[in-house]
T-cell receptor, first 114, second 112 residues
Framework: GAVVSQHPSWVICKSGTSVKIECRSLDFQATTMFWYRQFPKQSLMLMATSNEGSKATYEQGVEKDKFLINHASLTLSTLTVTSAHPEDSSFYIC??????????FGPGTRLTVL | AQSVTQLGSHVSVSEGALVLLRCNYSSSVPPYLFWYVQYPNQGLQLLLKYTSAATLVKGINGFEAEFKKSETSFHLTKPSAHMSDAAEYFCAVSVGLNDMRFGAGTRLTVKP
C-alpha cells in the first residue's frame, strides 16, 4: 500500500518551454501533497505544499508563477515548470500524505532543460 | 523551526560490519523523526519513523534507530552491513506530519 507514482520519470525540454509533472497516489487519497527539488548530491528542498481544492503554499524563495501547482483531486497533483531554463534542471520529487499518516514519496522526475 | 544535522557526508564500512549513521535534531516541540533511503535516480523509501511511541524503532531491512531526547539524537544502526545497503540515507524531522525538513544526507559505501 501507499504507492505514489510520478510521470514522466524523466524529461528533456528546450529552454522557454513548459513542462508538466504529475504526481499520483495510487492506492490512497492524499489530502496533502508536497513537491521537493533535489540538486545532484544534495538533500531535498521543500518547494511547496498543496492541499486538495486550495492554493498551494510555497516556501520562501520559490517563484509561484514559475512553478505552478494544481491539486485537482485527492489522488493527483501537478507541477508545471513554466518557461523552463537550464537552471531549472533538477530532480523533482513529490510526496503524498494520507490523512493522519506520514508522507510517501514518488520515484522522482529528472528534468533537463537544454 | 525544526532542523536535522547529519554528521558525516560519507560513511564507508566493510560488508558484515556495524553501520552507524548519525543524526541530531533541533526542535522546540516533540518531533517526528524519520530515516529514508535513496538509491540512484530513485525516490525516497521510508526505513523507519519515530512518532513518540517506543524510543527504539525497528525498520525495514534490519535497520533500527533510537530516539534519545537528552542527546537530541536519532542515530540509525544496522548490526551487519550488506552490499545492497549502499545508498544515500536521509534523516528528516517534522512537527506534526507536514513541514518535513531533511538533513544533507549520508552516502553509505559498503566494501566487500
Amino acid at each position: 500500500g501507499a504507492v505514489v507514482s510520478q510521470h514522466p520519470s524523466w524529461v528533456i525540454c528546450k529552454s522557454g518551454t513548459s513542462v508538466k509533472i504529475e504526481c499520483r497516489s495510487l492506492d490512497f487519497q492524499a489530502t496533502t501533497m508536497f513537491w521537493y527539488r533535489q540538486f545532484p548530491k544534495q538533500s531535498l528542498m521543500l518547494m511547496a505544499t498543496s492541499n486538495e481544492g486550495s492554493k498551494a503554499t510555497y516556501e520562501q524563495g520559490v517563484e509561484k508563477d514559475k512553478f505552478l501547482i494544481n491539486h485537482a483531486s485527492l489522488t493527483l497533483s501537478t507541477l508545471t515548470v513554466t518557461s523552463a531554463h537550464p537552471e531549472d534542471s533538477s530532480f523533482y520529487i513529490c510526496s503524498a500524505r494520507p490523512r493522519q499518516d506520514t508522507q510517501y514519496f514518488g520515484p522522482g522526475t529528472r528534468l533537463t532543460v537544454l | 523551526a525544526q532542523s536535522v544535522t547529519q554528521l558525516g557526508s560519507h560513511v564507508s564500512v566493510s560488508e558484515g560490519a556495524l553501520v552507524l549513521l548519525r543524526c541530531n535534531y533541533s526542535s522546540s516541540v516533540p518531533p517526528y523523526l524519520f530515516w529514508y533511503v535513496q538509491y540512484p535516480n530513485q525516490g525516497l523509501q521510508l526505513l523507519l519513523k519515530y512518532t513518540s511511541a517506543a524510543t527504539l524503532v525497528k525498520g525495514i531491512n534490519g535497520f533500527e534507530a533510537e530516539f534519545k531526547k537528552s542527546e537530541t539524537s536519532f542515530h540509525l544502526t544496522k548490526p551487519s552491513a550488506h552490499m545492497s545497503d549502499a545508498a544515500e540515507y536521509f534523516c528528516a524531522v517534522s512537527v506534526g506530519l507536514n513541514d518535513m525538513r531533511f538533513g544533507a544526507g549520508t552516502r553509505l559505501t559498503v566494501k566487500p
